[in-house]
């Protein structure tokens, strides 16, 4: 928990600092494009650099005249890669046992601990251990334990519900039991683990967030005013943003296996917001409400978050005689701000890894599990330091970015066991 509030405060102050130093920790496993001090700030890059010099040329055809800092694209053993991150990567799987359910339990309790401390003292005036421990809940819940156990992470042994096939699916009793935060789980599940995974900085991926924030990049406003924009959007992110546009896949992927055609105006690599879909300005906006019926967003994806959390959650309060009404109230502003911090630790830890000039895009796909998507994977994601549970769990495990996206399907436990190795693998390689 300290180091977790050490490195909130850490990255508070970075934003301060016009948000330059958030890639300070930043580490390539196994890739060193361009010297340290050229390494630049992801989400200063996000708010200056232009998409189109974003696209470093990375198809892998050998027609393309290279960069001399590229050149290793082309003498790279593709084969061999593949070869020796398959072979590890079954080590790592055949390796997954009892431990990793031991290590996923003592996750899960260390959530539990945070949960119960938000909880039991919401009903205080606002506080920052109240705040922390209820960022925590969520932050936690979503990126170590949802977001492994919805990869399969913990499929090859017995660990209960965190089973890929039934977590949070099917109800919202099961949503509610498992893992209730904005995003639909069914949703997040086609997004992420399918389009986001396996499209990696192409643009089918959905979370490309230069091209996400172009629209931020191309305000006619002064520089600092956009990194306003940015902190705001940060605060609230995964509501306006993530749910929507995780919602916008399923829809989408709903669409095509019904066979319908999708409307003229609807660009399905947009991201949407709920700007868009509550306030549309054009017709491409319009068209999103065709595929995304508003009122079913609300009541389906919306809904059982926003009333179990921020209301249902604080409701006993109110029964407290004389101090109902404050209390409820004290409760509700800790959820608020609470809400916002692990919007902003969300932010942090997850758009910097793939935000950035020295993170390579990409134009067109490859075949999963080939010595070229496996390179993409490791060219187009950053690491940052870890390897002990705390300050792995201060970054919700999101630090193994590499090794993730590598194996999106490990336990927790081995993402720490297996980022030696790779590294290794790495650097006996040409990768750069
Ligand atoms: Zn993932």
Redesign the pocket.
């Known amino acids: 928990m300290i180091l977790r509030l050490i490195s909130i405060l850490l990255a508070l102050q970075a934003l301060k600092h016009s948000l330059q130093v958030l890639a300070a920790g930043r580490r390539h496993h196994c890739i060193q494009l361009f010297p340290p001090h050229l390494l630049s700030s992801s989400i200063d890059k996000m708010l200056t650099a232009s998409l189109r010099h974003l696209y470093i040329h990375c198809s892998l055809a050998p027609t393309i005249k290279l960069d001399p800092q590229d050149a290793w694209i082309e003498q790279l053993d593709y084969a061999g890669f593949a070869k020796e991150v398959t072979a590890l990567g079954k080590e790592l799987q055949k390796n997954t046992g009892q431990a990793d359910v031991d290590h996923l339990n003592k996750i899960v309790s260390w959530r539990n601990i945070a949960a119960a401390i938000g909880v039991s003292t919401m009903w205080m005036p606002p506080n920052p251990l109240t705040i922390i421990a209820l960022s925590t809940w969520t932050y936690a819940s979503w990126t170590m334990i949802a977001?492994h156990a919805c990869?399969g992470g913990y499929n090859r042994v017995d660990a209960g519900k965190f089973n890929s096939r039934g977590f949070a699916l099917g109800s919202v009793k099961k949503r509610i039991e498992d893992w209730c935060d904005w995003m639909m789980p069914e949703a997040w599940n086609v997004e992420?683990?399918r389009l986001?995974?396996y499209h990696l900085g192409e643009d089918l991926d959905p979370d490309l967030v230069e091209r996400n924030l172009s629209f931020l990049r191309e305000m006619d406003i002064p520089k600092p005013l956009k990194y306003g924009v940015a902190l705001a959007l940060m605060s609230i992110w995964k509501s306006y943003y993530y749910a929507p546009n995780t919602f916008k896949e399923l829809q989408i992927t709903k669409w095509r296996q019904e066979g319908r055609e999708l409307p003229t105006n609807f660009d399905p690599n947009e991201p949407v917001t709920l700007r868009m879909l509550f306030f549309p300005k054009d017709d491409g906006d319009e068209a999103i409400a065709e595929v995304i019926n508003p009122t079913k967003f609300m009541l389906q994806v919306m809904a059982p978050f926003l009333l179990t959390r921020f209301i249902f959650l604080p409701a006993p309060l109110l029964l407290f005689p004389g101090l109902g009404p404050t209390l409820f109230s004290h409760a509700v502003v800790n959820l608020v701000l609470a809400e916002m911090l692990t919007n902003i630790h969300g932010f942090i830890t997850i758009v910097t890894n793939h935000a950035g000039s020295d993170l390579y895009k990409f134009r067109d796909e490859v075949q999963p599990k080939s010595g070229s998507f496996y390179v993409r994977q490791v060219v187009s994601s950053a690491n940052y330091n870890g390897g002990s549970d705390l300050l792995d769990f201060s970054q919700g495990w999101l630090n193994y970015q590499i090794e993730?996206?590598v194996w999106?399907d490990l336990s927790m436990k081995q993402y720490q066991l297996g980022a030696p190795k790779l590294e290794e693998i790495c650097q006996k390689s040409t990768i750069r």
């Open positions: 977001h990869h992420h683990n986001h995974h993730h996206h999106p």
